[in-house]
């Protein structure tokens, strides 16, 4: 994708029962729990305007995903510290822990995988007479009076993490 060797490709986001896709809204009955590991993808690619022709998933970000889910998979399902406790997916209706093929994982990742775009780098920084700027170096909007824009857009390259993440 383009990254540095220091650049993390995929996270592996851990929550006890994390509520994001709809597939994820059932909850656990009392003495049951149920867990995800929710691979990430980092190191965005594009840069200027971004725009969406269609809701599929670029072939390479679908490659990454499939590969970063398989793994996650594993971990889970026959990880020393959890192979004999996980009995299978959550909910219960749903089967990707019997999951192996490349191409069972390619459906998934198709049918499964949601964006969630931290966008940064889209207000360039600089002096009034750039057409590209947005802001100045205080973040004041260029022609508009009383406005900034105090957040990630102003950001000219983003660290391979989360935009939240404290920068020390």
């Given at each position: ?5 220091k ?22 009955a ?32 679908v ?8 793994l ?11 192979k ?41 920084m ?39 993440t404290?920068?020390?």
């Amino acid at each position: 994708m383009g990254l540095s060797k220091k650049q993390s490709h995929v996270e592996f986001f851990t929550s006890e029962l994390y509520g994001g896709p709809p597939q994820f809204r059932d909850i656990p009955a009392p003495g049951q729990s149920a867990f995800s590991i929710i691979p990430e993808l980092f190191g965005q690619q594009s840069r200027g305007t971004v725009t969406l022709e269609n809701e599929a998933p670029r072939p390479v970000y679908v490659s990454v995903l499939v590969k970063a889910c398989s793994l996650a998979n594993k971990i889970v399902v026959k990880g020393e510290g959890t192979k004999d406790i996980v009995k299978g997916s959550w909910p219960p209706s749903e089967e990707h822990h019997k999951l192996e093929t490349g191409e069972d994982w390619v459906r998934f990742v198709q049918k499964h995988a949601t964006t969630c775009y931290h966008a940064a780098g889209t207000c360039k920084m600089g002096k009034s007479d750039d057409e590209r700027a947005v802001v100045d170096g205080n973040l004041k909007v260029h022609g508009m009076r009383g406005l900034r824009v105090a957040d990630t857009s102003i950001m000219p390259k983003l660290h391979s993490g989360h935009t939240q993440t404290d920068m020390v």
